[in-house]
T-cell receptor, first 114, second 113 residues
Framework: EAGVTQSPTHLIKTRGQQATLRCSPI?????VYWYQQALGLGLQFLLW???????NRGNFPPRFSGRQFPNYSSELNVNALELEDSALYLC?????????????FGPGTRLTVL | KQEVTQIPAALSVPEGENLVLNCSFT??????LQWFRQDPGKGLTSLLLIQSSQREQTSGRLNASLDKSSGRSTLYIAASQPGDSATYLCAVRGSSNTGKLIFGQGTTLQVKP
């Protein structure tokens, strides 16, 4: 069974541009989560989608947005990129909305903003 | 506000040693706690999940315990191997259904041959 997949692996952008990151969850998983891992800041929760709806977002500016498609895949968009947006962006998925469900992570997208 | 702390930040041991990684959290109202492994520049591999009602979980050479009342979890690695070298992260899922995991800063383990 395939795990969580993310694309692209690496993404290089310049300040002010927009970045789009994609995530495909494990088959059967309906919840998708996005996390940011910036150097020195640890892993920070960004967004949670389930059944096409945004369920929760972390303490990030509105420049960070996303959506979940009918096939449960998800997209993270970052507008007006800033240098400090450079980070590893990790996507995770889990079964349904139960808080008891394990989150499984993908390999990440490394975003570099120049 | 939930805070997760991992001690030590780094650990270097010779191959074959048994070792313990520590994780503490400030709010005992949690759904579960997960231990992850992360290799440099890679994603997270889930190692063990302990539900709030459980005391421990085992997988191969790994054993994780949970003491909710004291806000602590430990990850025990038996007979360490060079391939165990990685960063180990613990994360808790709070009792309010926010979906998010709150992570510690991790313990970077080096196992020397």
């Amino acid at each position: 069974e395939a795990g969580v997949t993310q694309s692209p692996t690496h993404l290089i952008k310049t300040r002010g541009q927009q970045a789009t990151l994609r995530c495909s969850p494990i088959s059967g998983h309906t919840s998708v989560y996005w996390y940011q891992q910036a150097l020195g800041l640890g892993l920070q929760f960004l967004l949670w989608y389930d059944e096409g709806e945004e369920r929760n977002r972390g303490n990030f500016p509105p420049r960070f947005s996303g959506r979940q498609f009918p096939n449960y895949s998800s997209e993270l968009n970052v507008n007006a990129l800033e240098l400090e947006d450079s980070a590893l962006y990790l996507c995770a998925s889990s079964l349904a909305t139960s808080s008891y469900n394990e989150q499984f992570f993908g390999p990440g997208t490394r975003l570099t903003v120049l | 506000k939930q805070e997760v702390t991992q001690i030590p930040a780094a650990l270097s041991v010779p191959e074959g040693e048994n070792l313990v990684l520590n994780c503490s959290f400030t709010d005992s109202a949690i759904y579960n706690l997960q231990w992850f492994r992360q290799d440099p520049g890679k994603g997270l591999t889930s190692l063990l999940l302990i539900q709030s009602s459980q005391r421990e979980q085992t997988s191969g050479r790994l054993n994780a315990s949970l003491d909710k009342s004291s806000g602590r979890s430990t990850l025990y690695i038996a007979a360490s191997q060079p391939g165990d070298s990685a960063t180990y992260l613990c994360a808790v899922r709070g009792s309010s259904n926010t979906g998010k995991l709150i992570f510690g800063q991790g313990t970077t383990l080096q196992v020397k041959p």
